[in-house]
């Protein structure tokens, strides 16, 4: 009798050590797969705000050549050229302007490629103290991720915190639905002030604009939705096709990351942080 007690013992122990191990190998499993989430949608995350980036400058420069015409800079405004494969289509009417944009695959100067094309418009009235733009799209690809939606940029001259002098300051409302190349689909909805914070004062030089990026947004992912607030300005350098600096936390539903880009170099590379443990990812086109 007592053997077959001693037995019995044996097998629940047994039974209990083998439960327990799957437990183990499920958390471990569970926290490998969150972890993997979690890099992969900071990585998704980076290419938005990347192509928001661009979409952002290219609405600008449009409006700024239909307000300043002929050779299309003056001190209030900075232009960067569109590469030779993009064609521009103006329309007016009384009161508006439309400029229809057509890329080709084309490599912009920051080494992102665009195809498709992007309608900006607003008013013909460029004497107000900020100016209402509104973009869409047609069919456009920024690094072969396709781009949808319609929303506006207000831009205006004025003094911020950022910068006591008088600059470039361009509040976009964003509402972006996005399809990656795997058929993954996300989408996009806030706020982003774009500040030129260097390189107005050079109207004739490009090279040398830098772009200090503040905001908040939602984005929907497959796995939910993530609230995401720029906490240490994005800054972002014309001649580097990457993010070289700046913070954003991102509150989901489980936890929190901190995607982290850096301390300016034009590199790749950014830090995420969830929940304390922090990993070192690239961010390519």
């Not at 439309?98 to 009235?125: A, K």
């Not at 831009?155 to 361009?170: K, M």
């Not at 609230?227 to 700046?246: K, N, Q, Y």
Request: aromatic letters at 6%; charged letters at 15%; proline letters at 4%.
């Amino acid at each position: 009798m007592r053997t077959k007690k001693i037995k019995d013992m044996k097998i629940k122990n047994l039974m209990l050590g083998a439960t327990l191990s799957m437990f183990i190998l499920s958390c471990s499993k569970d926290d490998n797969n969150s972890t993997s989430t979690d890099l992969n949608e900071a990585q998704v995350s980076a290419k938005i705000d990347m192509a928001t980036e661009d979409v952002a400058k290219i609405a600008e420069d449009q409006y700024a050549l239909q307000a300043n015409p002929g050779a299309g800079r003056s001190s209030e405004y900075d232009v960067q050229a569109l590469p030779p494969c993009a064609t521009v289509d103006i329309q007016l009417t009384a009161t508006t302007w439309t400029r229809t944009v057509t890329f080709d695959n084309c490599t912009l100067p920051n080494g992102n490629v665009i195809d498709g094309t992007i309608i900006v418009s607003g008013s013909l009235n460029f004497d107000t103290p900020s100016h209402t733009i509104s973009y869409s799209f047609v069919d456009f690809h920024h690094n072969n991720i396709l781009i949808e939606g319609n929303r506006t940029i207000v831009r205006s001259l004025q003094s911020t915190t950022t910068l006591a002098a008088v600059h470039p300051v361009a509040n976009m409302s964003i509402d972006m639905t996005v399809t990656f190349p795997n058929g993954n689909v996300y989408h996009r909805e806030g706020n982003r002030v774009r500040e030129m914070i260097e390189g107005f004062g050079t109207p004739m030089v490009w090279a040398d604009n830098v772009f200090s990026i503040s905001g908040s947004w939602t984005t929907t992912f497959p796995a939910g939705t993530r609230t995401s607030t720029i906490t240490t300005p994005l800054r972002v350098e014309a001649d580097c096709p990457h993010i070289v600096s700046g913070v954003v936390n991102t509150v989901g539903t489980n936890n929190t990351a901190t995607l982290d880009y850096g301390n300016g170099d034009c590199d790749n590379q950014a830090t995420l942080t969830v929940n304390g443990n922090t990993t070192t990812i690239t961010l390519g086109n």
